[in-house]
């Protein structure tokens, strides 16, 4: 069975600071890969998702991930957050065989400060 | 807005009662699944459903049942409620079966069993 795991379960940036957030999944093969956020009081969005070929992808809201095969991570990015960019970001991961559905992280929750 | 749509928003209630969730996938969308977030077990997938009839389960306890009606809507039912049941419970729906579609939430449902 397929697992995901969000070591860092809270992270504050400074407005306009980098941010990466790590993601490390446990697969047999090569899975599909999603990041989602959540902002408080809302439902979960899907930011960007991965399945094949180039491994860095692009997203919304200035975000992209990078897949790395050797290290079983798909960390997400962006290279200068704003203060709506506070919220609980979800990773997860999907077998391309069988019947599993999206496993989901434990989510981390990411503080803007000015 | 992911044009998914859950009622009720807030739903407290006692132990050993019964309630039912109601979820409106997005216009077209035939999957409908389930999900619990709480603070203990994080967002765990319950169950799905496609077209009427159920895909996949997940942790879903056999206190709770689901179905999805004709008209594409989906009820989740809780029985027998214990204290621990209380939790956000989201409703997504997809276009399809695919586990690689995207995914969309709709706001939840805030349970609180006393």
């Known amino acids: 069975a397929q697992s995901v795991t969000q070591p860092d379960i809270h992270i504050t940036v400074s407005e306009g600071a980098s941010l990466e957030l790590r993601c490390n999944y446990s697969y047999g093969a090569t899975p599909y890969l999603f990041w989602y956020v959540q902002s408080p009081g809302q439902g979960l969005q899907l930011l960007l998702k991965y399945f094949s070929g180039d491994t860095l992808v692009q997203g919304i809201k200035g975000f992209e991930a990078e897949f790395k095969r050797s290290q079983s991570s798909f960390n997400l990015r962006k290279p200068s957050v704003h203060w709506s960019d506070a919220a609980e970001y979800f990773c997860a991961v999907g077998a391309p065989f069988g019947n599993e559905k999206l496993t989901f992280g434990t989510g981390t929750r990411l503080t803007i400060i000015p | 807005d992911s044009g998914v749509t859950q009622t009720p928003k807030h739903l407290i209630t006692a132990t050993g009662q019964r309630v039912t969730l109601r979820c409106s996938p997005r216009?077209?969308?035939?999957?409908v699944y389930w999900y619990q977030q709480s603070l203990d077990q994080g967002l765990q997938f319950l169950i799905q459903?496609?077209?009427?009839?159920?895909?996949a389960k997940g942790n879903i306890l056999e206190r709770f049942s689901a179905q999805q009606f004709p008209d594409l809507h989906s009820e989740l039912n809780l029985s027998s409620l214990e204290l621990g049941d209380s939790a956000l419970y989201f409703c997504?729906?997809?276009?399809?079966?695919?586990?690689?579609?995207?995914?969309?939430f709709g706001p939840g449902t805030r349970l609180l069993v006393l």
């Open positions: 997504a729906s997809s276009i399809g079966l695919a586990v690689q579609e995207t995914q969309y």
């Open positions: 216009s077209g969308d035939l999957s």
């Open positions: 459903y496609y077209n009427g009839e159920e895909r």
